[in-house]
């Protein structure tokens, strides 16, 4: 059996009866409605009226003039790179402490990904660090084309010191907002603040259409052109004609009726996974060493996922194996990208700040389904592990 199958038979395994998992999906009282109506009407495939009343959802949510649904927050970011015309050989900078699909849809493009640390604060990209980055590219006469902007685990990023830096330099801004749909800046939804945003439905996420994704913006051309080049590109003609390279990335009416449900709750996750958060914050911030992240002033994060800073004593592998033995899921950091196999060879710009967060760092069990039965066996094993 190939390594990746026995990868992937080992996870199914690992969902043991009473498992506590990391993030899984928590349906409301509507989706079913929804599906059930696109099964009934015969509304299957990417067409449909689920789809138009999804975007429309977001819309309304986000105060975004524009949503194109998608099967991927990945396939967002992908079109998001087109959309501003990246073009092989430009330059594209990133967040460096975030997971792998922020970057690779700038390998997509055949272009460089350029990494940027993170400030404490937020754990997010670094104002000061970026204009550094973008001081030494000009001098090596290559001004990168875009700019990937990541939220961090539902924690805004420093959107106004960015986007100055950004403007100053003529660059847009693509915000990642795969992991803060919710989350506010200022009183404005992260992901509407750059000139694209993107968020994910995947299932681990705040809510899900099982897999998906959405890009927004206020820009109507760029809205036009993302569902253009998410239905394959098809030129306006009366058989298949195709003049540019498109992709099969629009998402199902029928996931997206699971999207309009899940939309209807997600106040009520936001609040869930905010209480988990503060549960765990008063329970366990007693233990020395152990840090939690505070929210900035101006800034509203979802806690998609509550993530602490273990004490120096304290190993997260071991902490998570440990764990693992009392059938709980936790995760490590991000490892950040410039340390990853695959972008090792490309440019970073920073302190290292993120590889010591990831040193450091355990994602606890945010499900907003977790009862507090769950959550007290949590803490009653993490205060066992961490006071020994």
Partial sequence: MPPEFQHRLLSYMNYRPGRIFLSVPHMGDHEKNYVQKALEDNWVSTEGPNLAGFEHDICQHTNARFAVAVNSGTAALHLALRLLGV?????????????VASANPILYVCATPVFVESEPETWNMCPKTLHDALVARLAYKKLPAAIVLTHLYGMPAKVKEIIAVADEFGIPVVEDAAEALGSRYSGHQVGTLGRVGTFSFNGNKIITTSGG??????????AEQALFLATQAKDSAPFHQHSQMGYNYRLSNV????????????????????????FYKNQLQHIEGLVFLPEPKGCFANRWLTTVLLPQRHHPEDIRLALEEENIETRP????????????QYPYYGDNL????????????????????????????LKRLLEE
């Fill in 87 to 99: 073009q092989p050989g430009d330059e594209v900078l990133c967040s460096t402490f975030t997971f």
């Fill in 213 to 222: 994704g959405a890009l927004v913006t206020e820009d109507q051309r760029l």
């Fill in 255 to 278: 996931s997206a009726g699971i999207g309009r449900g899940q939309m209807e709750v997600l106040e009520k996750r936001v609040k869930q996974r905010r209480e988990i958060f503060t």
């Fill in 333 to 344: 950091f991000w490892k950040p990208m410039h340390l990853q196999p695959l972008f090792a």
């Fill in 354 to 381: 993120s590889a010591g967060l990831f040193e450091r760092g355990l994602c606890l069990p945010s499900s907003s389904s977790l009862s507090e039965e769950d959550l007290e066996k949590v803490v009653k094993h």
